[in-house]
């Protein structure tokens, strides 16, 4: 059941990653945009002012319009650095923003592989329970490809299907885990009541073996006595004989 649950989270852990994964790919997506849009401003700027440098140098210009020339270059140099300023500044987001986009697939790849784990221990790929719920619980998420729809479809079907179903699996779980801890309280209930009986029994059985080895030897000391009976009732009568013999004896003896 802990498995479910976990699995639940699990889940719920990985739609939220790959929600932020699809908010940091579009922020950097406007990041590349804005870096090209710069380099293009950059372009047309040096475009600008190498054709003003050829208008002044082809043609005799008054020093009225060679100073305003010279103020719009002024002016397009100083566009030109804070633009180039930008573009360094966009180029280091980038970077930082691909090595964090890296470390989140790496992460959602990680969580998928543990999502489809769990999803094997607990039984959600047997297609008795799809067909219950009717229920494709598979996610399969290719982080490598540019293509955020796709994505987006991953998510929208975690959020409005596979999320929900998995509460209700778990939901199911729950309620089974239940009926099987109740089922096992009363038989272990029967058991201790079964055991209570044996232990009962075991000792009436101990208290007949101890009356039986008694009467056993009684029996046995019955016996002797019996038996040294007969003995001695054999030697009295023997006894009896001899005495009875002698007397026969003595009186057919003469008298001297």
């Known amino acids: ?24 790919c579009l ?29 002044v140098a082809e043609q005799n210009l008054t020093p009225d319009e060679v100073a305003r020339m010279n103020s719009e270059r002024s002016t ?16 280091r987001e980038l970077g930082e923003q691909e090595i964090a986009v890296t470390r989140r697939m790496d992460d959602i790849d990680s969580l998928v592989n543990k999502y489809t784990h769990g999803k094997a221990v607990i039984g959600l790929n047997a297609s008795s329970v799809q067909q219950q719920y009717d229920i494709d619980f598979n996610v399969d998420v290719n982080m490598a490809s540019s293509d955020l729809t796709a994505v987006n479809v991953v998510g929208q079907r975690i959020k409005e299907s596979i999320r929900p179903g998995l509460q209700a699996f778990g939901e199911q779980l729950r309620t089974e885990w239940r009926q099987q801890s109740n089922q096992k ?13 044996l232990e009962q029994r075991r000792h009436h059985v101990q208290t007949l073996e101890h009356k039986l080895a008694s009467l056993e030897s009684a029996a046995e000391a019955e016996k002797q006595v019996r038996r040294i009976g007969v003995e001695v009732e054999v ?22």
């Open 76 to 91: 397009l140099s100083e566009s030109i650095r804070e633009l180039t300023a930008e573009l360094h500044k966009k180029t």
């Open 235 to 256: 030697e009295l009568q023997v006894e009896v004989r001899i005495a009875r013999a002698d007397a026969s004896m003595a009186r057919s003896r003469p008298p001297p």
């Open 1 to 24: 059941m802990s498995v479910s649950l976990s699995s639940s989270y699990g889940q719920g852990r990985c739609r939220r990653r790959m929600t932020d994964r699809v908010t940091t």
């Open 185 to 197: 309280i009363e038989w272990d209930d029967k058991l201790d009541r079964l055991n209570s009986e």
């Open 27 to 55: 922020f950097l997506f406007r990041l590349v945009f804005a870096r090209s849009h710069a380099e293009a401003e950059i372009q047309q700027l040096e475009q600008d002012k190498t054709e003003l440098e050829r208008q």
